[in-house]
């Protein structure tokens, strides 16, 4: 790569993190604000985010995804459970570990939750489905995820 093209490169990159702090800024936000109006910590909507794009997870990967301790995750998850929003069950490979799903109630929380952020952050409207899907793969590049669902906007 010669002088001229590092540069451009350098200046292209400086545009998009001007960028996409604003971005990233808004979108935490706005989860923390439709959190709080369905009665969720911010921790527990990105819990419900992260479900929802895998399935199911163990307590350990689900820490490991929101960065936060496994404990703090079982706590967390403790109460979402109370609540009906998710379920433990023993993995079937290895009967020590839980594995954590969506209940039904909790896709429709994580439904709502999605709605309300998409209502509030129409940023993303701008876009074709196609576009989505080419701005979601490079991000998941960039970041080191590709072929790993998206993690939830951070709180």
Do not use: Y
């Not at 489905?129 to 995820?145: I, K, N, W, Y």
Request: include cysteine.
């Amino acid at each position: 790569m010669n002088a001229r093209e590092e540069k451009e490169r350098e200046t292209i990159s400086n545009e998009i993190a001007a960028l996409m702090g604003p971005l990233v800024r808004g979108l935490r936000t706005t989860l923390r604000s439709c959190a709080e109006e369905l009665e969720l910590a911010p921790g527990e909507a990105n819990a419900l985010w992260v479900l929802a794009g895998v399935g199911e997870l163990t307590t350990k990967d689900l820490a490991r995804r929101l960065d936060i301790d496994p404990a703090n995750a079982s706590t967390m998850l403790t109460g979402l459970e109370r609540r009906g929003l998710v379920s433990r069950q023993a993995a079937p490979q290895d009967r020590r570990k839980r594995v954590i799903s969506l209940t039904e109630k909790g896709r429709a929380m994580r439904l709502r939750l999605a709605e309300c952020v998409g209502e509030r952050q129409p940023s993303f409207r701008a876009l074709s489905t196609h576009e989505l899907g080419v701005f979601r793969d490079m991000l998941r590049r960039v970041s080191g995820e590709s072929g790993v669902p998206p993690r939830p906007p951070a709180t």
